[in-house]
């Protein structure tokens, strides 16, 4: 028992150590300068617009790709879909998919999407390789918020004359939303801070235009972070922390976005 907390508690130390170091280096380089800055080989005029407008580009299609598809494959498998080996083997291997880490998807994106259906490397490649991550996500997460609509509520709209998918509409999506919307969203900030199916697809280090369509090149903060990283210069550092600052602070609002949505549909 000692030793599970002793490892608690360094894990919070190193946490609090790591996110102290980066706000020490970060906090300075933020302005508004920053954030409207596009990329720069000069410290001093360098930001993140690109970046910012590739990563909003990249979890809007992201979302509109992932959420019917993941939710629409969790209505069929909990709703209608018979119960038998089949289906018992394809929710196993949802489960699976999920764990698989993120760098497969970046080669299945790289041969599918921009060498065999020539997206090239553009945001719609970007988009649909993390849509094969988000997926299963979202998918595990509305099975789990269907599952949970008691049967009594079904029963009582089958009784009041309604079909299935009357019931399913009106009833059971309604009060599985709230589970449904918050896998989404933490499904959406996984996929906006990862970094290497982007690497893997081909996502450009260097952006200096903002993306104004689905086939446009792009970066994305996580990129654009991972790029001033390996620059040699000390001053590139201090913005890739303030970078990941920006992208912290976005996760952190998506996750409580998350738990608003779904305390306020539950009330």
Not at 23 to 45: H, I, K, Q, W
Not at 171 to 184: D, N, R, Y
Not at 193 to 198: N, Q, R
Not at 245 to 250: D, P
Request: glycine residues 8%.
């Amino acid at each position: 028992m000692w030793l599970c907390r002793l490892a608690v508690a360094f894990g919070v130390a190193s946490l609090v150590v790591l996110l102290v170091s980066l706000a020490a280096d970060g906090l300075p380089a933020l302005s508004f300068e920053f954030l409207t800055s596009y990329p720069s080989r000069f410290p001093d005029r360098a930001g993140i617009r690109s970046a910012i407008l590739g990563s909003a580009w990249m979890l809007a299609l992201v979302a509109v790709m992932s959420f019917p598809l993941g939710v629409g494959a969790a209505l069929y498998l909990e709703e209608y879909a018979p119960t038998n080996r089949f289906t018992t083997l394809l929710k196993t291997n949802i489960a699976n998919l999920a764990s698989v880490p993120s760098i497969v998807y970046g080669i299945l994106g790289l041969a599918v999407f921009v060498r065999f259906l020539a997206l090239e490397r553009s945001l719609l490649a970007g988009a649909a390789t993390l849509s094969l991550l988000v997926l299963p996500i979202v998918n595990i997460a509305a099975r789990e918020a269907i599952r949970a609509v008691p049967d009594s509520l079904r029963e009582a709209a089958y009784a009041l004359g309604a079909t299935r998918w009357q019931a399913i509409r009106h009833h059971v999506l309604p009060a599985a939303m709230p589970g449904i919307l918050s896998g989404t969203i933490l499904g959406l900030s996984r996929a906006g801070g990862e970094t290497a199916p982007l690497l893997m697809i081909g996502a450009l280090t260097f952006i200096a235009f903002d993306p104004l369509s689905p086939m446009d090149p792009f970066t994305a903060l996580p990129i654009q972070i991972f790029n001033w990283t390996t620059d040699p210069r000390g001053e590139f550092h201090a913005l890739a922390a303030g970078a990941i600052v920006v992208l912290l602070g976005v996760l952190l609002m998506m996750n409580a976005a998350a738990i608003l949505i779904r305390n306020r549909f539950e009330r």
